[in-house]
């Protein structure tokens, strides 16, 4: 398959990027089939670019998520890793440069076509790709692998499919419950964001009575974004998805403190506004939100929007509840008709979560017997991951040591060089990464 390549220097760093041709489906790949672009970076110290260094992959969150465009000043377990290795950056199948979906494409398939392209863009593929680009652009060399969030459970994935790729996993927030549902996710998140919405009221209780006059704004005005759509309430309530993160809690209250403008102040800002639409819009992302309730799809079971279902079990997220509580990672239906960038999505979206037929992402008896070192860290109050599961997890696959933790969010590994470095430290401690 073509591999094409161009290279160039930024900032102390020697870049190159590629792009692979790659089967739409792993099943079934045959040279009549059709293939989508896979797109990835290598990214390497100017002062090591004839050095052999190891292979660093991340794995970036989402799912969804396209890979973080180097700027180590913002990433500081990029400035750690570029001292000792060679980091690629790969853009996940269907995200950035990697055969991006959008809605013009999945305008023009039928809510089953649209759902069996999306079921060829789960972990198991995300692994092929990995696995592909290993063998073709590194002659084979094995990948240690830096795995955030969801990037976690493609790394338990890759355990379960191509461990002889490995030499080491690096997880940060990413150790998913390998036997956990959706409806067995929600129940123990929709608890931690109701813990993190407190947190927020008693880091700032005076922006209880501006949420009420949002509330009673949206509630009783019909309140338009600039893109044209309509902000409801349920659609602002949707930005405590930030709640997790280190900054969330302070994002959430300065996004608020202008929400008023006039004399007055009893018309939403134009700034709040914008705002509001960039946080709820997906624009950037509409995969993250379609596919999200299926990466927890198991075999024989459908999803069938458990964060809907579930939501009706905790009144603290009604409208009329006092102070207005904010929800968090959550998908639901009506999104797909509210939102623009997200309603060409609506029937694939259905059709995903009444699909049944998942193929298992993980092997239960392989990871038991795992010969990759693997360290990761959990955080204890994380809003997305339940460490509960991440902590059930750890105890099943072999080779694990963990760094339980609550001095960071979900976003530990993005705030601070502390959290690569002391998983660094645990991996040596147990001998270092497996030797190509």
């Not at 459908?302 to 009329?320: H, I, K, N, V």
């Not at 645990?426 to 990464?433: F, I, S």
């Amino acid at each position: 398959m073509n591999v094409t390549n161009q290279q160039y220097k930024m900032k102390g760093m020697f870049i190159t990027d590629y792009e692979l041709e790659v089967p739409l489906d792993w099943q079934s790949p045959t040279t009549t089939s059709p293939s989508i672009t896979l797109f990835a970076r290598e990214v390497v110290s100017l002062n090591q670019v004839h050095d052999e260094l190891p292979l660093l992959l991340f794995l970036q969150g989402g799912p969804g998520g396209k890979s973080p465009r180097p700027m180590p000043d913002s990433l500081p377990w990029m400035i750690e890793a570029l001292k000792t290795h060679r980091v690629v950056l790969i853009d996940q199948r269907g995200t950035g440069k990697s055969s991006r979906i959008d809605k013009h494409l999945i305008s023009k398939l039928s809510a089953e076509e649209g759902r069996d392209y999306l079921l060829k863009f789960r972990a198991d593929s995300i692994v092929a790709d990995c696995e592909h680009l290993r063998k073709t652009v590194y002659a084979g060399r094995l990948f240690e692998t830096l795995g955030q969030s969801y990037g976690g459970f493609i790394t338990l994935a890759y355990l379960s499919q191509a461990p002889e790729g490995l030499a080491a996993c690096y997880i940060t927030g990413g150790l998913v419950g390998l036997e956990a549902s959706a409806h067995d996710v929600y129940q123990l998140t929709y608890q931690r964001v109701i813990e993190k919405n407190l947190d927020y009221y008693a880091r700032y209780p005076d922006d209880a009575k501006i949420m009420a006059k949002i509330a009673e704004c949206l509630t009783n005005e019909k309140v338009l974004l600039p893109d044209g759509d309509v902000l409801t309430l349920e659609r602002f309530q949707s930005i405590g998805i930030l709640l997790g993160m280190g900054p969330g809690i302070d994002q959430v209250h300065w996004f608020i403190d202008e929400a008023f403008a006039g004399s007055d102040k009893t018309r939403l800002s134009d700034a709040f506004l914008e705002q509001a639409m960039n946080l709820t819009s997906y624009h950037e992302g509409p995969l993250f939100a379609v596919i999200h309730e299926s990466i927890y799809g198991r075999p024989n079971e459908s999803t069938s929007w458990a964060a809907e279902q579930l939501r009706g079990q905790y009144s603290e997220f009604d409208a009329d509840h006092s102070p207005l509580m904010l929800t968090g990672e959550m998908m639901y239906p009506w999104m797909f008709e509210q939102i623009t960038s997200l309603s060409p999505f609506a029937g694939a979206a259905n059709a995903l979560a009444d699909y049944q037929d998942y193929t298992p992402l993980y092997d239960l008896a392989k990871l038991a017997q795992n010969k990759v070192p693997v360290v990761a860290a959990v955080y204890y109050n994380d809003m997305y991951v339940p460490q509960e599961l991440s902590m059930a997890t750890a105890k099943h696959v072999g080779n694990t040591q963990v760094w339980l933790t609550n001095s960071y969010e979900h976003d530990g590994v993005r705030q601070s060089s502390e959290v690569f470095c002391k998983l660094r430290e645990l991996l040596l401690d147990q001998g270092g990464a497996l030797k190509s």
